[in-house]
């Protein structure tokens, strides 16, 4: 293979056969510059790159950005050499497998062999039609559904209330009609307490317009000839009375009581020592049926319950499924009120019992002004003494001439949490 002279004494690029060139005869000539350089159709050597000017733009930016072709600089005419390109007018080198747009148009993207979707197509392959898309079977695609019955016709129908039939004039058409529903005005008050819990339905009326300080009274009914519960129940002033429900006359004292609008409460006795929960239940079973009006269980002043954590919670547990409230004395920890609290029962703690110093009357009465004073403290107190004639010619003077007019006295519910 014939090569170019070169006048830097390096190894000329070997190029094509060629007709010799006049040009050649006179002398040594400059190498064809590289670009300029085509090679032949199926030519396995590769081509080696141009040397580029970093001055001068790419011979080929027009091919691809439009812009109009480098100006060659002047230079002698020279002849033509066979199989070259005019450097005027660059080609630019495409690879026969990837489509070149025109000169001076953007070129479109080239197909990728591999790349999944439309243009993964061989080069000169016609593209295939989509066919039409068949209609998914839907709702659309379903035949009309049949007619409604009757029966179903009558379901979707709206319903219609039929007035209630005329109740007949003469009440002995219907045996007991007049007896069965309660009629308005014809229920008696006893018929509608039985529906509330006792600690409500057996309460006594209290009204406090002033919002003094509330001060509950308690007596227990001590028994025996010497107490007479009438004149007792007939005291001016509000004053709760504890009964022991295993007395036996303590259905006869309730009755006196009440009768005269005072409170009933029922004193906790009788309850055997290590009780169960079953032993409760059948210990204040026989306490309410003894006094059905208590408001409220009265602990023992002495070895109660209120010290044993878990005997009050199963004795709040009784307590609170008769519907009573709880009465405690206001000392310790007091494991009983907790327990009612927890179970949101009505709860009463006892400040002081009046015959604690000694039970005469000066003393009596200090004890009730003190109590006056943590009512006013407080907003609410109560204190607990006997029906002994000491204690109320004492409790007498001192609503008259005490600290009475500074609290309301109350029963025990109003003084209850």
């Known amino acids: 293979m014939p090569r170019l002279p070169s006048t830097t004494g390096e190894p000329a690029t070997p190029a094509p056969e060629a ?88 070129a479109a993207p080239a197909e990728l062999p591999g790349e999944i979707g439309p243009l993964a197509l061989p080069a000169g392959a016609a593209r295939p039609e989509t066919p039409a898309e068949e209609p998914l079977p839907g709702r659309t695609n379903l035949p009309p559904p049949p007619p409604l019955t009757a029966e179903e016709l009558a379901m979707l129908a709206p319903r219609r209330l039929e007035p209630d039939p005329p109740r007949p004039a003469d009440p002995s058409v219907l045996p007991g009609a007049a007896s069965s529903l309660p009629q308005i005005g014809t229920v008696s008050p006893a018929e509608i307490d039985e529906a509330l819990p006792p600690a409500r339905a057996f309460a006594r009326p209290f009204d406090n317009p002033e919002a003094r300080p509330v001060l509950a009274i308690l007596l227990r009914d001590t028994g025996g000839p010497g107490v007479d519960r009438e004149a007792l129940a007939a005291l001016p002033f509000p004053v709760s009375f504890v009964i022991d429900p295993l007395a036996p006359d303590a259905a006869t004292a309730a009755a006196i009581y009440r009768a005269a609008g005072q409170e009933v409460l029922m004193l906790a006795t009788g309850i055997p020592e290590g009780a169960t929960a079953a032993d409760l239940e059948v210990t204040f079973a026989a306490h309410a049926a003894a006094l059905p009006e208590a408001v409220a269980l009265v602990d023992l002043a002495e070895a109660g319950f209120q010290a044993d954590r878990r ?24 494991a009983a009120d907790q327990a009612a609290r927890r179970q949101g029962l009505p709860t009463l703690a006892l400040f002081r019992r009046l015959e604690e110093a000694g039970g005469e009357a000066p003393a009596i009465r200090q004890a009730l002004d003190r109590a006056a004073f943590r009512a006013a403290q407080e907003g609410r107190a109560a204190v607990i003494g006997e029906t002994r004639e000491e204690t109320v010619r004492a409790l007498l003077a001192w609503s008259v001439e005490g600290r009475a007019a500074t609290v309301a006295l109350a029963p025990a519910t109003a003084a209850m949490r």
């Open 19 to 106: 007709a010799p060139s006049p040009r050649a005869a006179e002398g040594p000539a400059s190498p064809a510059p590289a670009s300029s350089l085509a090679l032949p159709a199926g030519s396995e050597f590769f081509r080696p790159l141009p040397d580029i000017d970093p001055v001068l733009p790419r011979p080929d930016a027009s091919v691809t950005t439009g812009s109009p072709p480098p100006v060659a600089s002047p230079q002698p005419a020279e002849a033509a050499v066979p199989g070259a390109v005019s450097p005027a007018r660059p080609a630019p080198a495409a690879s026969p497998a990837l489509p070149q747009a025109p000169q001076g148009e953007p």
């Open 311 to 334: 005997l009050a919670t199963e004795v709040a547990t009784v307590v609170a499924g008769q519907g009573r409230g709880l009465v405690t004395y206001d000392r310790g920890l007091n």
